[in-house]
């Protein structure tokens, strides 16, 4: 679930900051570059593990800071596929992902939550999953969509300015619960 992933980048550190040490200012730099941030296919970006090498620092002409390639090792979220991990339930829709739920399964309209229809000797038993659950699933797969800014084109200055580009996440992970012990936790803790 999570890795070290090893990575360079050139890290500018202010004149203010010569009074520091340059590994603290260096890793409080890579941090607020880095941390919580989504690094195309690597993964979603934790926090610096450690710094392995520093090369030669410069200060450019007109910028009177230093310069600094910096080799080091960073603590990334990225899940292996088959991975089961535990997380909430944010919100249920009509669209959600039907053909990995335990069958037979539902969407509720009224509650707006999707339900298992649980099988046993006594009957039918309708399980719901509320939002705000915890809940097992298996990673399946995972997307990375770039979210760098582009240009505008011809066609965007033909469209109405009042129209906001659609958000897409950086990061997707693609979740399945269509196995034993996988779903609610709930559903599988005895009362």
């Known amino acids: 679930m999570f890795v070290l992933v090893e ?6 550190i202010p004149p203010w900051q010569f009074e520091r040490k340059l590994n603290d ?20 970006c934790i926090c610096l593990f450690d ?21 080091f090792r ?9 991975e089961i991990l535990i997380g909430n339930i944010k919100g249920c829709s009509p669209e ?5 739920l335990q069958q037979p399964a539902k969407f509720d309209e009224a509650e707006q939550v999707w339900v298992w229809e649980y099988e046993t ?7 719901y999953m509320d939002t ?11 997307s990375f969509v770039d979210t760098s800014p582009t240009g505008p084109s011809s066609a965007d200055a033909a469209s109405s300015s ?5 958000k897409e996440a950086p990061y997707t992970l693609v979740g399945s619960i269509s196995e034993p012990g996988l779903g609610l936790l709930s559903w599988w803790t005895s009362s």
Request: net charge negative; hydrophobic share 40%.
């Open 7 to 12: 990575m360079v980048d050139t890290v500018r």
């Open 25 to 44: 200012s260096i890793a409080e730099e890579l941090n607020k570059k880095l941390a919580n941030k989504v690094v195309y296919n690597v993964g979603l």
């Open 51 to 71: 710094i392995t090498k520093l090369e030669d620092a410069y200060v450019f002409p007109g910028d009177g800071a230093s310069h600094t390639k910096v080799h």
């Open 74 to 82: 960073y603590v990334v979220f990225h899940p292996f596929l088959d």
């Open 96 to 100: 959600g992902v039907h053909e990995s």
């Open 121 to 127: 000797e006594e009957g039918a038993h309708d399980l």
């Open 132 to 142: 705000g659950e915890e809940i097992r699933f298996r990673v399946v797969d995972e």
């Open 162 to 166: 009042e129209e906001l580009p659609k």
